[in-house]
């Protein structure tokens, strides 16, 4: 066990050291040697010494200390660490301009847009080879991926939907009225579900429930190595696990959205009974103002959202990196990039809707 004594003399402070120096017998001692400064220590009493100890004596002399009878086996390993030199001290680092800030944040999106770039090209080869030979598809794989995020999706969408068509028709029922036109209520809702809510809503709830399940499918698999064992057996990643995903989040998402509307009209039509319109006035004003173009075009943008939402959540999950928190962070960043996708096609679609008169 090491021993400290301490004595002051003269304005002097002499240090004795005793006993073994060594990892755990010399932690208790750094508290009362930091503020030591300039003194004499006395070392004839250290019986062992490793590389804590040395450190412990190197301490002392870098401030100011003189060391006197250490034995010369720990005197040749503390005169390694040229006490006469003082301790290295990294300068600080320095501030960054604007100009090389630009060119770091050019750099990396360079970098990310030849990574989505290539993630592109490799997925048109993709669709190409099983274009050329349908063989080379996994249906099974389509199938199951379909009833995984697409029919089983299908409670939480009919509720949100449900919810959604019956607060829309109560919430505008009420100031209509005033002025006796509740009648159009029917109007409001149909028009709203089938061109925008419905497939907005669809999206968002398959952003958060498929798009995250895939990022994070393929996260760990890329952690776990199982995406280079693909490659080692002559499989490409993106034809076996990616392109069947995004067919059937494709192809499901516009039957999602399909189902949405409908039951969202029926959540609607039991709100506007309580209102005293006729079920059969309700459905005439729903079929009269909603045509089969509205109708296809929210069908359509359904499906282009149901794509980017496969899109994204497999290349989050194809470009995580390694390390336990990489599954979360692909996870966070499909579902974050998803929606954001969603909501700027989404408005494009209505700009180009205005533009072509619909």
Request: charged content about 10%; overall charge neutral.
């Amino acid at each position: 066990m090491a021993q400290l004594e301490i004595s002051t003399q003269s304005q002097s402070m002499t240090l004795q050291l005793s006993g073994r120096l060594d990892a755990q017998t010399v932690a208790p001692l750094w508290a009362k040697i930091r503020q030591a400064g300039a003194c004499e220590v006395d070392a004839s009493g250290v019986t062992y010494c490793d590389g804590a100890g040395v450190a412990l004596f190197y301490t002392l002399a870098q401030g100011g200390a003189t060391i006197h009878h250490l034995a010369p086996p720990f005197a040749e390993l503390l005169d390694v660490f040229q006490i006469e030199k003082p301790l290295f001290k990294a300068a600080p680092p320095s501030p960054i301009g604007w100009l090389t800030a630009l060119g770091k944040a050019t750099a990396e999106h360079k970098t990310a847009l030849r990574i989505a770039i290539t993630y592109l090209g490799e997925l048109s080869a993709a669709v190409h080879q099983v274009l050329l030979a349908p063989s080379k598809l996994r249906i099974r794989e389509v199938l199951a991926t379909a009833s995984k995020n697409g029919a089983d999706a299908l409670p939480i969408v009919a509720l949100i939907a449900a919810l959604l068509g019956m607060i829309l028709a109560f919430q505008s029922a009420i100031p209509m009225r005033q002025f006796g036109a509740e009648v159009f209520v029917a109007d409001l809702v149909g028009l709203s579900l089938v061109r925008e809510l419905a497939p907005l809503m669809m999206a968002i709830l398959l952003a958060g429930r498929t798009g995250a399940a895939f990022a994070a499918e393929l996260a760990s698999m890329k952690v776990n190595e199982e995406l280079n064992a693909l490659v080692t057996l002559g499989l490409n990643p993106v034809r076996y696990l990616v392109l069947p995903r995004i067919i059937a989040t494709t192809l499901m998402a516009p039957l999602l959205s399909a189902c949405a509307v409908l039951i969202g009209l029926v959540g609607a039509a039991i709100v506007m009974l309580s209102f005293n319109i006729p079920i059969q006035t309700y459905i005439t004003r729903v079929s009269t103002i909603v045509d089969l173009g509205d109708f296809t075009g929210g069908l359509f943008k359904a499906a282009v959202f149901g794509l980017e939402i496969a899109l994204i959540g497999c290349y989050r999950g194809l470009q995580a990196g390694n390390g336990a928190s990489a599954v979360g962070a692909a996870t966070t960043q499909a579902v974050v990039s998803s929606i954001v996708a969603i909501v700027v096609s989404d408005g494009l679609f209505a700009f180009v809707f205005y533009l072509a008169g619909w």
